[in-house]
């Protein structure tokens, strides 16, 4: 899966979590952070995105892919795309 892909997987994917959660919604880009910059977004969110990531490209259980490993610092989507494509194996 090309990088390209998953930035879209993962676009797709936070579109909807928005569309279920009823927030304000607010158009996602590369350079969005789901954390602090999509309203309402929390860390329930960030699990039901892990979770439908896992579903689509069998990322396993990798904890808060919104955040930085360390867990000091919110992703932007291409960073999340980046740290997905170090998971997944070739």
Do not use: W, Y
């Not at 090309?2 to 350079?31: M, P």
């Not at 069998?58 to 919110?74: F, P, W």
């Amino acid at each position: 899966m090309t990088r390209n892909e998953i930035v879209t997987i993962v676009i797709e994917k936070l579109d909807e979590i928005q569309e279920l959660g009823g927030e304000e919604k607010v158009q996602i880009t590369k350079s969005t952070k789901p954390i602090g910059g999509i309203p309402g977004f929390d860390s329930m969110n960030g699990v039901e995105f892990a979770a439908m990531m896992d579903e689509l490209v069998h990322i396993g259980e990798v904890g808060n892919l919104c955040a930085s490993k360390d867990s000091t610092r919110a992703l932007t989507v291409d960073e999340i795309a980046d740290r997905i494509l170090e998971i997944i194996p070739e």
